[in-house]
């Protein structure tokens, strides 16, 4: 990749707006271009959760949402493995946007939403998508509510302080609530959803 290009996923990586508009002003940037991990700029922008950068690269009409890298991640599910809120938010709104890619371990974007109690990209990915998966399993064969389940049970983890140990605690319950509803009722639950989040008036997907 020649410095131009590594400039260019730095810049997203960084969070760097005016670099990001002058450099999409050259005429030879490849906006899909990979780095050595097969991450694109946008999968940069989408993991940080830097807004403007991400609507930037959309803007440009040729930017590929669905690009994996080298272990199957998209943009997508580093938006909801980094707990992107509004970037999750603005990509379910794209009909292209494939919600349900696993990576190499058969973990979904979902599935790191779930683990992680991150119970409003939950509630949305739920609410906007007709189309979520929520029984596709991973590699060691479990969905995303068995995984959910182990989460409410399971202690504290070395990596996690103690806020996130208890905001955990607080959050995986309510999540398991919500996937054992959909289980039942996915139509009556959505429709819940939908009102609580403020899609009942709006039409969800839009084509660009």
């Not at 890619?101 to 779930?114: L, R």
Request: aromatic fraction near 10%; include cysteine; proline fraction near 2%.
């Amino acid at each position: 990749m020649d410095r131009l290009h590594e400039e260019f996923i730095s810049s997203c990586k960084e969070g760097d707006v005016s670099k990001v508009k002058e450099l999409l002003r050259n005429k030879e940037i490849d906006i899909n271009v990979r780095n050595s991990y097969g991450d694109t700029p946008f999968i940069w922008a989408c993991s940080v959760g830097n807004m403007e950068i991400v609507e930037l690269l959309v803007s440009r009409k040729n930017v590929d949402f669905n690009a994996e890298n080298h272990e199957d991640k998209t943009a997508f599910y580093w938006a909801c493995i980094n707990g992107r809120v509004e970037v999750v938010k603005f990509l379910l709104e794209i009909e292209e946007v494939d919600i349900n890619k696993s990576s190499v371990t058969g973990w979904s974007p979902f599935m790191w939403a779930c683990f992680f109690g991150f119970t409003e990209i939950v509630q949305w990915i739920l609410a906007s998508r007709t189309d979520i998966n929520i029984h596709t399993r991973n590699w060691e064969g479990k969905s995303a509510l068995e995984i959910t389940k182990q989460r409410v049970e399971d202690e504290q983890k070395v990596w996690e302080d103690g806020a996130a140990f208890k905001k955990r605690q607080a959050d995986c319950p309510k999540i398991q609530a919500l996937l054992e509803h959909y289980e039942s009722e996915p139509e009556i639950l959505r429709a819940d959803l939908r009102r609580k989040v403020g899609l009942t008036s709006k039409t969800f997907f839009c084509k660009l």
